[in-house]
């Protein structure tokens, strides 16, 4: 069983659509994550939801826009896409936020976003 | 304010050899340290973590870091590499007042030969 899964694995688009990634934990936790892996293999969150309450939002365009069903769902929307959005999305969820006693993250595969 | 710094961004080594990959950071208060590997073409998979106590912490693989306060350091080790873990490995900080922050370095890519 994959505890966080997020689907597709690989996207490639053209420039001006809209793309969604769907992402699922089965584990339980109350804390989601987006995270955005460049192709410099820098890692960078950009979102975070806690019991379906977004927690952190971080200087992200509006063009990404973060939908949470229930604590167990977590979708990243993108609209109108650019080029530069070409990265790997990263879904993870931990029990409670990170900071908190340093609960763990844990990740998805990631999903390659290819924009054309 | 947090950060971490992994001051080697490749690390070739033999198989067999013993490998240590650097990771320092910054930050005001207590922190909690981890590391996190990522295979080819796959999600990051958490190695250890420290949290408080023992500052030698064991994790999987084989793999073992020390965290070290006055340098502000969390180097991992290992003291035999094999093949498979050749891999991107990441070095991650996090603190009671950053909420769901977790601040993760550059990573370090190692590259283990025959």
């Known amino acids: 069983d994959t505890a966080v899964s997020q689907t597709p694995k690989y996207l490639v688009t053209q420039m001006g659509n809209d793309k969604s990634i769907k992402c699922e934990q089965n584990?339980?936790?109350?804390?989601m994550y987006w995270y955005k892996q460049d192709s410099k293999k820098f890692l960078k969150i950009m979102f975070s939801?806690?019991?379906?309450?977004?927690?952190i939002n971080e200087t992200v365009p509006n063009r990404f826009s973060p939908k949470s069903p229930d604590k167990a769902h977590l979708n990243l929307h993108i609209n109108s896409l650019e080029l530069g959005d070409s990265a790997v999305y990263f879904c993870a969820s931990s029990q409670n936020p990170s900071g908190s006693s340093g609960n763990t993250i844990y990740f998805g595969e990631g999903s390659w976003l290819t924009v054309v | 304010a947090q950060s971490v710094t992994q001051l080697d961004s490749q690390v070739p080594v033999f198989e067999e050899a013993p490998v240590e990959l650097r990771c320092n950071y910054s930050?005001?208060?207590?922190?909690?340290l981890f590391w996190y590997v990522q295979y080819p073409n796959q999600g990051l998979q958490l190695l250890l973590k420290?949290?408080?106590?023992?500052?030698l912490v064991k994790g999987i693989n084989g793999f073992e870091a020390e965290f070290n306060k006055s340098q502000t350091s969390f180097h991992l080790r290992k003291p035999s590499v094999h093949i498979s873990d050749t891999a991107e490995y990441f070095c991650?900080?996090?603190?009671?007042?950053?909420?769901?922050?977790?601040?993760f370095g550059g990573g370090t890519r190692l590259m283990v030969k025959p």
């Open positions: 991650a900080v996090t603190n009671n007042n950053a909420g769901n922050m977790l601040t």
């Open positions: 584990l339980g936790h109350d804390t």
């Open positions: 930050s005001s208060v207590s922190v909690y």
């Open positions: 939801y806690n019991n379906k309450e977004l927690i």
């Open positions: 420290y949290l408080s106590g023992s500052t």
